[in-house]
């Protein structure tokens, strides 16, 4: 079936423009998370949204950073007056739940994102 | 609050000889362990994930790793290196489904002819 999948899968911006980006997790997955890839900091956790619940934004680095999830399926991160330090791949990546289905942990990524900030 | 160590940044190995990739994490609660491979400009595959039961996990590409909860550890292991083994690898550990994960700073291995 198909996988996460992201767009663009590259953006060139201006310092001080907002971004968005996007992400179509796996059909039927309830779980769906933003991370960010960069050279000085790893793999970073930024957001994480299950079913109705609301977000944990508990990994978000600044208030320019927000996203939404319309409808339990696709998601967007925005990232306002953006900033060279916002370079970086943003990566998604979903998951289902299911009680005593093991495979529950299993996080499915996408090909990311990547953000290049002029 | 949950933390993994790689040891070794860069992992440089023969073809056919042993890859042996080192992952240590501090959990206070069991942990649900992972491994990651992550090609050139793609997305994060996982390897093999270790969960409760058997603490010897077997993955995709003859990867293999132990969970030894007295050390801390969930080294990942492939018994004979292949040139399409290399990528860079990343353990995680998280401690319940559906919760973020917490990435190790991720080793890249390189398979020399």
């Known amino acids: 079936g198909a996988g996460v999948s992201q767009s663009p899968s590259n953006k060139v911006t201006e310092k001080g423009k907002d971004v968005e980006l996007r992400c179509d997790p796996i059909s039927g997955h309830t779980a769906l998370y933003w991370y960010r890839q960069s050279l000085g900091q790893g793999l970073e956790f930024l957001i994480y949204f299950q079913g109705n619940s609301a977000p944990d934004k508990s990994g978000l680095p600044s208030d320019r950073f927000s996203a939404e999830r319309t409808g339990g399926s696709v998601s967007t991160l925005t990232i306002q007056r953006t900033q060279q330090e916002d370079s970086a791949v943003y990566l998604c990546?979903?998951?289902?739940?299911?009680?005593?289905?093991?495979?529950?942990?299993?996080?499915?990524f996408g090909p990311g994102t990547r953000l290049t900030v002029t | 609050a949950q933390s993994v160590t790689q040891l070794g940044s860069h992992v440089s190995v023969s073809e056919g000889a042993l890859v042996l990739l080192r992952c240590n994490y501090s959990?206070?609660?069991?942990?649900?362990l992972f491994w990651y491979v992550q090609y050139p400009n793609q997305g994060l595959q996982l390897l093999l994930k270790?969960?409760?039961?058997?603490?010897l996990v077997k993955g995709i590409n003859g990867f293999e790793a132990e969970f030894k909860k007295s050390e801390t550890s969930f080294h990942l292991t492939k018994p004979s290196a292949h040139m399409s083994d290399a990528a860079e690898y990343f353990c995680a550990v998280t401690f319940s489904g559906n919760t973020p994960l917490v990435f190790g700073k991720g080793t890249r291995l390189s398979v020399i002819a």
């Open positions: 990546a979903s998951s289902f739940l299911r009680p005593l289905d093991t495979r529950s942990y299993e996080q499915y």
């Open positions: 959990s206070s609660v069991p942990p649900y």
């Open positions: 270790y969960t409760t039961g058997a603490t």
